[in-house]
T-cell receptor
Framework: DGGITQSPKYLFRKEGQNVTLSCEQN?????MYWYRQDPGQGLRLIYY???????QKGDIAEGYSVSREKKESFPLTVTSAQKNPTAFYLC????????????FGPGTRLTVT | AQRVTQPEKLLSVFKGAPVELKCNYS??????LFWYVQYSRQRLQLLLR??SRESIKGFTADLNKGETSFHLKKPFAQEEDSAMYYC?????????FGTGTRLLVSP
């Protein structure tokens, strides 16, 4: 079954703890993205990676970190420095062939208390 | 700066009524625009892209460069169209999303 997977679906953490969200794709896509989705604010780009071992900050990167050691994987770490981490996080990927399209994962809902 | 504006947070219509979800953009260059849709309990997915000039599920969207708009239209709404709709602008291999419009189609 091809596509993008995110795990876990729900994640609960205590304030002050770092937490890592998983994103894996088997679409052979070079580019991967992390978004945060909040009610009334749409999707905001956190980080993106166009190629392995390279990534760039998006619009709201503060308090987050990423790595891209493998083409298939783009984990996102929400650090304790992120002031408002409770949100729905979406991962996406896009390939280089054909018209541009981003394919999205099912999302992870993170709750920090 | 690149920006996408969707002025309506919620659009509520009756089944069979026409629908228009508004999208305006700000972009210095030749824009590439998309509509993405998120049905309840489903992933965000591409609905249509302006360069294809296609009709998907009865929806169409025309790029109007003079008005910097890319409104999504459907002549007769169906209950299954109820979803969250996002307009997006491609900018340097990234997408800039609007804040979204929730469409509710009542029977």
């Amino acid at each position: 079954d091809g596509g993008i997977t995110q795990s876990p679906k729900y994640l609960f953490r205590k304030e002050g703890q770092n937490v890592t969200l998983s994103c894996e794709q088997n679409l052979n896509h070079d580019a991967m993205y992390w978004y945060r989705q909040d009610p009334g604010q749409g999707l905001r780009l956190i980080y993106y990676s166009q190629i392995v071992n390279d990534f760039q900050k998006g619009d709201i990167a503060e308090g987050y970190s990423v790595s891209r050691e493998k083409k298939e994987s783009f984990p996102l770490t929400v650090t304790s420095a992120q002031k408002n981490p409770t949100a729905f996080y979406l991962c996406a990927s896009s390939g280089g062939d054909g018209p541009y399209e981003q394919y999205f994962g099912p999302g992870t809902r993170l709750t920090v208390t | 700066a690149q920006r996408v504006t969707q002025p309506e947070k919620l659009l509520s219509v009756f089944k069979g009524a026409p629908v228009e979800l508004k999208c305006n953009y700000s972009y210095s260059g030749s824009p590439e625009l998309f509509w993405y849709v998120q049905y309840s309990r489903q992933r965000l997915q591409l609905l249509l892209r302006h360069i294809s000039r296609e009709s998907i599920k009865g929806f169409t969207a025309d790029l109007n460069k003079g008005e910097t708009s890319f409104h999504l239209k459907k002549p007769f709404a169906q209950e299954e169209d109820s979803a969250m709709y996002y307009c997006a602008l491609k900018s340097f291999q990234k997408l800039v999303f609007g804040t979204g419009t929730r469409l509710l189609v009542s029977p």
